[in-house]
């Protein structure tokens, strides 16, 4: 029974792809809500007569709610609801069963969504990583390395951006030599390499000098780039060494009108190494 009603509740959403008035549209999400919900009670009263009976829940009824929640938070996604989206992805990450492969089904749905929630899509994004790297051994580094870069390129400001790239730069500390794909470590350095270098353009050197520094570390596992250390030390110097400076210029000034241009001059030229200095991102 509970069967039909998730299989009619998925024909509903598959009918409302199909039809163009927007009254049948929602006609085919109240019947797929309305199935979803029958589909409730009916596992709910079995789980209560398992329970009396001190029996486990089969692993086709596991299965079942999985695909129960799969489509709750398809169906939020469609009628544009993000408290629904938020709150049936808070019951994905606490059901036992629910895997990380699943998480990023939603992940994914959600991003390529007409008026998607970025918020809700990263949220699924970090719990479906967090998922993948709870496997141990059998990690899917693949998988992680995708996820990641998926995070960083929807993360909205730099200091998300920053703490991914310390996520990444941790988890290859505890990786053996090969085990993350090439590319993407190409993709990590120069990505986060180049973000710091934009910031130096503007003179913005303590957001440069974490992502430098950042940078850097991620090199550490990444051979195939290893020829572009001492560049990128020596920029990384450079930007230090101007932080210095807007630390001194930030005092009350007493130099002449002279030394002043000259200080400008510097910086002009400091931001232009820097910028000629960016490495090129790996190929997408």
């Known amino acids: 029974m ?3 009603f998730l299989m009619s509740a998925s024909a509903s959403l598959e009918g409302a792809t199909k039809e163009i008035e927007d009254t049948e549209v929602a006609v085919c999400y ?3 809500h309305n199935m979803l919900l029958r589909y409730t009670g009916a596992a709910q009263a079995l789980a209560d007569r398992r329970q009396s009976l001190a029996e486990p829940p089969s692993k086709a009824e596991d299965k079942q709610h999985v695909y129960k929640l799969i489509m709750e938070f398809e169906l939020a996604v469609h009628i544009k609801d993000a408290g629904c989206q938020h709150a049936v992805l808070q019951r994905c990450r606490e059901a036992p ?3 990380a492969e699943s998480m990023l089904k939603l992940a994914y749905f959600s991003k390529a969504a007409l008026n998607s929630n970025p ?3 990263r949220l699924a994004l970090q719990a479906a990583l967090q998922l993948l790297l709870s496997k141990g051994h059998a990690v899917p580094h693949d998988q992680v ?3 990641l870069r998926t995070l960083l390129e929807l993360s909205p400001t730099d200091e998300d951006k920053i703490k991914l790239y310390q996520q990444a730069k941790e988890l290859l500390a505890g990786l053996p030599g090969s085990a993350y794909p090439d590319r993407e470590l190409q993709w990590l350095v120069s990505t986060c390499w180049n973000r710091g270098a934009h910031q130096a353009k503007f003179l913005r050197c303590e957001a440069a000098e974490r992502y430098m520094r950042l940078a850097l570390g991620l090199l550490e596992h990444c051979h195939s780039l290893s020829g572009r250390k001492q560049m990128m030390v020596d920029e ?6 101007r932080r210095a400076g807007q630390a001194e210029t930030s005092a009350p000034s007493t130099s002449s009108p002279k030394e002043r241009k000259r200080k400008r001059d510097e910086e002009a030229e400091v931001k232009t190494s820097i910028s000629l200095a960016a ?3 790996a190929p997408e």
Not at 236 to 241: C, D, T
Request: neutral net charge; without cysteine; hydrophobic residues 45%.
């Open 2 to 4: 509970q069967m039909a």
């Open 30 to 32: 109240g019947l797929a």
């Open 97 to 99: 069963n629910f895997s």
């Open 119 to 121: 918020d809700v899509t």
């Open 145 to 147: 390395a995708q996820t």
């Open 236 to 241: 990384l110097n450079k930007v230090v060494q």
């Open 279 to 281: 490495l090129k991102e």
